[in-house]
């Protein structure tokens, strides 16, 4: 009974090794793609998609370097693989926050003075230094010892913290929405500054409910892999159990499904994003739905330059 649990085991961890490079292969693709849509697209190429664009190139990153880390064991690769996972938790942080800016400074003008698209860019590269700086001491710097607490207790513990801080800006920021009271354009008196300013509450909605669906996805592919790493933690006699190897690969798989599916998010809740691709790559155009975007309302409502709301 023992040999057919180790062959069981052995098996399940040759699946998964095979089937995570399978994933990583299919969301470097995704993300790649995503990344030609926002570069390449007029209407994507603003500030307010500066951090999906920013996820999208983690993401990137993440898929092709745990395709190497599963077959090639390598401190570097496998920093480079921390920061990537770092960075989009960084950036769906900073995307909350971001978003709840937009909807606390007001009038929408003194917004767009204080968040630029150059300081977007900025916090996007601090979030790529704090990230490969992390990767490296912990894969170069720590002891086995603190490696291995870092690595399951602190990372589990300090990932999960910020999973919380995240989801209460975006509450916070949907509580806002709600209580906010829209003016009646047809009412003589109503100002143009009052219809702006609903106008951006109703675009933050929308960049609010991708952000969302990108949170809640992430969250629950990556709580698998943080639950067997704090039980790992606190008995690490599992460690060598092929049973327990294995489930921690599946979980290692599911860790990487997000990164997978975020494209998707964008496809399926972007009007621009989807015109955009057909324009590329099917070489053809479709008209947008009636959700517009956010940029499309900026430039059609408010007459913005390039220098206001590009990057």
Not at 124 to 145: K, M, R, S, T, V
Not at 164 to 182: D, E, G, M, N, W
Not at 270 to 298: M, N
């Amino acid at each position: 009974m023992k040999f057919t649990f180790s062959s069981m085991a052995e098996n399940i961890l040759i699946a998964m090794r095979y089937s995570v490079t399978v994933c990583g292969a299919v969301a470097v693709v995704e993300n790649l793609l995503a990344m030609a849509v926002f570069a390449r697209t007029k209407n994507l190429r603003m500030k307010y998609f500066a951090f999906i664009f920013n996820l999208a190139m983690a993401d990137f990153l993440f898929g092709l370097f745990i395709i190497l880390v599963i077959w090639i064991d390598s401190p570097i690769l496998q920093s480079i693989l921390t920061a990537s996972y770092s960075v989009s938790i960084l950036t769906i942080l900073a995307a909350a926050v971001n978003r709840y800016l937009a909807l606390s400074i007001m009038p929408p003008a003194r917004y767009d003075s204080l968040v630029t698209g150059y300081r977007l860019l900025g916090v996007c590269f601090l979030f790529w230094c704090f990230g490969l700086i992390y990767g490296f001491l912990l894969h170069y710097a720590y002891d086995h010892e603190t490696f291995f607490t870092v690595e399951t207790f602190g990372y589990s513990v300090g990932v999960f913290i910020a999973w919380v801080f995240t989801a209460l800006t975006y509450f916070l920021a949907f509580r806002k929405i709600k209580q906010y009271t829209p003016p009646l354009a047809s009412i003589a008196g109503v100002s143009s500054d009052k219809e702006r300013d609903y106008t951006r509450v109703k675009q933050t909605r929308r960049l609010l409910i991708v952000f969302v669906l990108i949170l809640v996805t992430s969250f629950f592919s990556w709580l698998p892999y943080a639950v067997f790493s704090l039980i790992a933690y606190f008995n690490r006699s599992l460690l060598s159990n092929e049973i327990f190897s294995a489930c921690f690969e599946i979980c290692v798989l599911l860790y990487a499904l997000s990164t997978l599916i975020n494209p998707l998010i964008y496809w399926w809740r972007l009007d621009d994003f989807r015109a955009g691709f057909y324009e590329i790559f099917c070489r053809c155009r479709i008209k947008a739905e009636s959700r517009e975007t956010e940029v499309e309302q900026i430039v059609g409502l408010y007459d913005n330059t390039a220098d206001e709301t590009g990057l």
